[in-house]
């Protein structure tokens, strides 16, 4: 498997099938949704090592107590007997929690066809029943109406090379590689019109650098709803690994619902369940010489916004927070409180906060990026750096557009747009803050509110939990800023500050491209983003924001009509 770098989306509804649905998919030492190349001991508690002679030769996944689904190219009518072993982490070093089984029987699917690998799938029944605990339980499978569209982020997951030639390195621990489903479509135009057929589905990157390898067949491909994870595919062939577009190929396992029920029995049914991708599949676009158009129209993409306005579609939903009634309030921030809230990502760490400002796009603070992505991603829906956060979502961020007369000596125009892999779906603990329009104004003395998971003081971390923090700070004018900070020039009109003349009160480090926001009747709309200060919370020296209300129409350049952030006028005074 090559794992040289880390995307997709999802926010789904189970559809309940059978006795397994108690167990499958639901690994309780796999707290993590993002991880490096080696998977921790439990994570992938259904990953099966398929060994010949005390060799690894392929992957499975375990479906039942008894039964194994792998690739039906795994299996030769002439193989010596095999073994399947679950609960191994390791191909070299010790594994306590690992259990062996013969395998007693090889059913490949009635149409597998040797030369074109459709239909690459084989059940094995195992020799005797498996317990399951922590380390050892079945996965849940996709359901015959499930619907994986383009972006949805899925994991792959095996002991196979880490590139092409290259085997897995001494102890050959399990690894595992984040990638992107990619439509049917686009992998028709990639490997050849007619090569790819229903019953397959493709991941990978288009830049390469990710994708399943030789060793990895027949394990399985993931993606989580909501605690489960569901397998969407088997791994099967590729062109090389990790090449650019050519993303990995595997077998749909959606389509196999009847055939699997049938083999393993009604008293030992796998746990089907139904992934549902929202919204519209992007992969009904993509054209290339020789592929048909699409044999049914794109699905109507159903809004969670009403009344839907053509210069403002999220005016009648964003900045409304359902779990936000307090107007005052302690340090940390009840969860929902803030739904729109974002905690920024780069190697497994938050970095920065910003805002979600429609369906697609992040504001946050150019000084948190350069101009290229490097592996950022983005977190709604969080609450907690440390605990659990059961309404979170995570999304890539594929582009970083910062403002282009952002000064990273005097910070003026400190903002940047993010881009995610896909669009969110909007609930109670996710939506969009309304933007301050450009006629807005904020007199000094406006109560504001700044919210992060920054330090607590100059050099001193948030404490374990880390859970979301919220401090209110009224609005400093620019005139009384810029004589704080003792230069002509420093504070410019795209600049407002925030912050109590005693201290005590500010944003810090770590805070960096969030937001600050005001209350206009119901609804809260950001006039700032975190920018700079002197250290935090000294008297005499309010924290700097970007003033929003400044970018309107850069703003809307960027996010397009079609998407449009909720603008709103605020206006200080009775």
Known sequence: MDTSRSMLFLLLLLKECAAQLNVCGMPPLNPRIVGGEAAPPGAWPWQVSL???????????????????????????????????????????????????????????????????????????????????????PVCLAAAQSSFFAGTDSWVTGWGNIGSGVPLPAPQDLMEVEVPIVGNRQCQCDYGIGSITDNMICAGLREGGKDSCQGDSGGPMMSKQGSVWVQSGVVSFGNGCARPDFPGVYARVSQYQDWISILTGNDNLPGFVTFTSPGTDPDVEVSCSGLPPPTTAPPITTTLIPNITPTSPLLDMCGQAPFNTRIVGGEEAPPGAWPWQVSLHRRRRHICGGSLINSEWVLSAAHCFRKRVRGEKAYLGRQSQQGPNPNEVRRRIIEIIRHPDYNSCTSDNDLALLRLSSPVAFNDFIRPVCLAADQSSFSAGTESWVTGWGDISTGVPLPSPQNLMEVKVPVVGNCLCSLAYNSVGIITDNMICAGLAEGGKDSCQGDSGGPMMSKKGSVWVQSGVVSFGVDCALPEFPGVYTRVSRYQDWISSHTGDDNLPGFVTFTSGP
Do not use: K
């Open 51 to 137: 060994d010949i002679s005390g060799l690894h030769i392929c992957g499975g996944s375990l479906i039942n107590s008894e039964w194994v689904l792998s690739a039906a190219h795994c299996i030769s009518s002439t193989s010596p007997m095999m073994t399947a072993v679950v609960g191994r982490q390791s191909q070299m070093g010790s594994n306590p929690n690992e259990v062996s089984r013969s395998v007693v029987e090889q059913i490949l699917h009635p149409d597998y066809n040797p030369a074109t690998l459709d239909n690459d799938v084989v059940l094995l029944r195992l020799s005797s029943p498996v317990a399951f605990n922590d380390f050892i339980r």
